[in-house]
C-alpha cells in the first residue's frame, strides 16, 4: 500500500501491466500521486494540485475572517503570510502554472484578502499592492525560479535542471536548450512540446537571461546579496497582474518578468 504505479506518455494500443510487489500483489495504477504534499498528474499538469492548493487557501481565508474580528494591516498580512501564502508557494517551482486561468485562480485568493484591509477596501488590486509594498504571486513564484537558477549555476544547490552558464563576451547567460521537433524519427506533438517549454528548466532560463546584464554577472557572493539585487531591479518593473477586469489596463501581453520587462525595452 506504499506503492504506486503512474505511467506517463502515448499509451495507444500499448496495455500497461503492473508492476507487483515481492509477495505478488499489483500496485494499484493511477492517474494521479501525492508526492511530498505535491499532486502530480500523469500529463504532467498540476491542475488537481493548484485546485486543491486553491479550495485550501479559501476554507483558511473564511475560518481566519471569522475568527478573527481586526481588519488592520498588520495582523491581517501576518495571518495571510503564515496560514495562507505557505500553502499557496510550497514547492511552486514545482508546480508553477502558465495557464491564465490558473495564474488567475491563485492570484485571487491575495487579492480578495487583501481587499478585507481597512482602508484599502476602495483600491483597485493594482494598487493595493503597491500600498502594501507587495509582489503579486505571480511575480513571487517566477521570482523564485531566478533565485533558484542562479543557485544552480553558481553550485549553491545541486544543478538537477542541468542548466549551463556561458559568458558572450561580457554578459552570462543561461544556455537555451533547444526543444526537439521530433525524437527517433518521430515527430513530437505541439502539446508535447509546450510542456517542455513551459517546464521549471526552460521558464528558469527564459526568466534569467531577460535580467539585466549586471544582475546575470553576479558571482561567487551569497543568496542574500544577490537577492537585493534582484529585487531592487524587480521594484522598476511593473507588477499588474492580468487578472478579471484588470486586464484591458495592462500594455504587455502577460504580467510574467518576460513580457514586462519587453514592453519596457520596446516603449
Known amino acids: 500500500n506504499k506503492f ?10 500499448i496495455k500497461i501491466e503492473p508492476y507487483k510487489t515481492q509477495s505478488g500483489n499489483e500496485i494499484k495504477i493511477g492517474e494521479t500521486v501525492r508526492d511530498l504534499g505535491v499532486i502530480a498528474n500523469n500529463n504532467l499538469l498540476f491542475r488537481e494540485h493548484i485546485d486543491n492548493i486553491v479550495t485550501s487557501s479559501k476554507i483558511m481565508s473564511g475560518v481566519l475572517l471569522r475568527t478573527f474580528s481586526t481588519r488592520q494591516e498588520e495582523p491581517m498580512m501576518r495571518m495571510f503570510n503564515s496560514y495562507i501564502k505557505s500553502k499557496l508557494e510550497y514547492c511552486s517551482l514545482v508546480w508553477s502554472p502558465w495557464h491564465q486561468n490558473e495564474i488567475n485562480k491563485l492570484e485571487r485568493i491575495q487579492k480578495n484578502f487583501t481587499s478585507k484591509i481597512y482602508g484599502l477596501d476602495q483600491l483597485d ?33 545541486e544543478n538537477v535542471l542541468g542548466l549551463k552558464a556561458r559568458r558572450l563576451g561580457r ?46 554577472n553576479i558571482t561567487k557572493t551569497t543568496t542574500e546579496t544577490f537577492k537585493r539585487h534582484l529585487d531592487k531591479w524587480l521594484s522598476s518593473i511593473p507588477d499588474t497582474p492580468k487578472i478579471d477586469g484588470y486586464g484591458a489596463n495592462v500594455a504587455a501581453e502577460t504580467n510574467s518578468i518576460f513580457h514586462q520587462t519587453r514592453y519596457c525595452i520596446i516603449r
Open 171 to 216: 554578459s552570462r547567460r543561461i544556455v537555451s536548450a533547444k526543444i526537439p521537433i521530433g525524437i527517433n524519427g518521430k515527430r513530437i506533438k505541439e502539446r508535447d512540446r509546450t510542456l517542455i517549454h513551459n517546464s521549471t528548466a526552460r521558464k528558469s532560463e527564459r526568466l534569467f537571461n531577460v535580467l539585466p546584464q549586471s544582475i546575470r
Open 125 to 157: 488590486y493594482h494598487q493595493r499592492l503597491k500600498k502594501l509594498n507587495l509582489y503579486s504571486l505571480e511575480r513571487r513564484r517566477e521570482r523564485y525560479l531566478i533565485i533558484n537558477a542562479w543557485q544552480q549555476i553558481e553550485g549553491l544547490t
Open 4 to 13: 504506486e504505479q503512474m505511467s506517463h506518455g502515448e499509451a495507444k494500443n
